[in-house]
Nanobody, 124 residues
Framework: QVKLVESGGGSVQAGGSLRLSCAVYGYTYSNPCLGWFVHRPVKEREGVAS???????RYADPVKGRFTISQDNAKNTLYLQMNSLRPEDTALYYC??????????????????WGQGTQVTVSS
């Protein structure tokens, strides 16, 4: 059974940094793909970043140069380092995993497994 558990959210002032962690349990696929998404009120989930098994990373335009996705295979943990945070980064952040690496990395419909989410609040 696949389980994803996020941590590391919190409140920070604009310009600050946070590192989100996602402990991944039971996820073993030959071509894994993991990602971070955000969910804001009255909006659909939006892709923030993704990481494939070959090490390729993808980022949404608003976070390029500020956020970094990485993985510690020994700890089965996915990270999202967020620097230079802005008030518009405020959202519920989810990590996600999918069985098949098809379609767009940012299409939340293609992800099969989700964590419970961790709140990030950035004040101005």
């Amino acid at each position: 059974q696949v389980k994803l558990v996020e941590s590391g959210g919190g409140s920070v002032q604009a310009g600050g940094s946070l590192r989100l962690s996602c402990a991944v349990y039971g996820y073993t696929y030959s071509n894994p793909c993991l990602g971070w998404f955000v969910h804001r009120p009255v909006k659909e989930r939006e892709g923030v970043a993704s990481l494939n098994s070959d090490g390729n990373t993808r980022y949404a335009d608003p976070v390029k140069g500020r956020f970094t996705i990485s993985q510690d295979n020994a700890k089965n943990t996915l990270y999202l380092q967020m620097n230079s945070l802005r008030p518009e980064d405020t959202a519920l952040y989810y990590c996600a995993a999918r069985r098949l690496r098809i379609g767009s990395w940012s299409d939340f419909n293609l992800y099969n497994y989700w964590g419970q989410g961790t709140q990030v609040t950035v004040s101005s």
